[in-house]
Nanobody
Framework: QVQLVESGGGLVQAGDSLRVSCEVS????????MGWFRQAGGKAREFVAT????????AYTDSVKGRFTISRDNAKNTVYLQMNSLKPEDTAVYYC?????????????????WGQGTQVTVSS
C-alpha cells in the first residue's frame, strides 16, 4: 500500500495551462504504474492518463490527447500531469492512483490506492 497526495489544482481560464503533481510514499514507487483520473460533478470517475513503471510508456483518453502529458520522476517519487489548452469541460477533481501490479487495464478497479484529489476549474 502507498499513500498519495495531489497538489497544484486551481482556477484557470480556458486556454491556460496547469500542472498537477502527486507525491507517493510508502512502498517502492517504481513498483507501480501510475494513473490520473478525474471526476466531474454528478459523473463517474474517468480515466485520463497512465504511465508505466519506468516512464517509458504512456496512454491517454482521446479527449486529452495532444493537450495533456503525464510524466514521473522516480527520484522524487512524484507523478505529474501537465495540462495545456484547458477547456471548461476539463473541470473536475483530479485523482492520482497507483495501479495494481498485475492489472493491464485502466478502469477504476485496476487501481488499488488513491489520493484525495485536487480540484481543477476552468472558466470560459
Amino acid at each position: 500500500q502507498v499513500q498519495l497526495v495531489e497538489s497544484g489544482g486551481g482556477l484557470v481560464q480556458a486556454g491556460d495551462s496547469l500542472r498537477v503533481s502527486c507525491e507517493v510514499s510508502g512502498r517502492a514507487f517504481t513498483m507501480y504504474a501510475m494513473g490520473w483520473f478525474r471526476q466531474a460533478g454528478g459523473k463517474a470517475r474517468e480515466f485520463v492518463a497512465t504511465i508505466s513503471r519506468s516512464g517509458g510508456r504512456t496512454a491517454y483518453t482521446d479527449s486529452v490527447k495532444g493537450r495533456f502529458t503525464i510524466s514521473r520522476d522516480n527520484a522524487k517519487n512524484t507523478v505529474y500531469l501537465q495540462m495545456n489548452s484547458l477547456k471548461p469541460e476539463d473541470t473536475a477533481v483530479y485523482y492520482c492512483a497507483a495501479k495494481n501490479y498485475y492489472s493491464t487495464g485502466n478502469d477504476v478497479k485496476d487501481y488499488a490506492d488513491w489520493g484525495q484529489g485536487t480540484q481543477v476549474t476552468v472558466s470560459s
